[in-house]
């Protein structure tokens, strides 16, 4: 037997190793995304404080300069 087949023998077998655990490691994925619970993203509140303010200012502006 040659080193050389030797090699070729060690590649075909690292090669069957790594396929294994490919295959392990996509199982494992499975199972976790079966048996996860997905919730839904959270909705974004809106902070309408500052838009307020502003139209609060110019009433008051507005309220202001009409009683001339």
Request: aromatic content about 8%.
């Amino acid at each position: 037997m040659s080193i050389e087949f030797a090699l070729l023998i060690l590649a075909a077998l690292y090669a069957v190793y790594l396929r294994i655990e490919l295959w392990m490691d996509a199982r494992t994925i499975q199972s976790f995304q079966k048996s996860a619970i997905i919730l839904p993203k959270p909705e974004k509140k809106r902070d309408y404080s500052a838009e307020a303010l502003m139209i609060a200012a110019l009433a008051l502006l507005l309220a202001l300069t009409g009683n001339r």
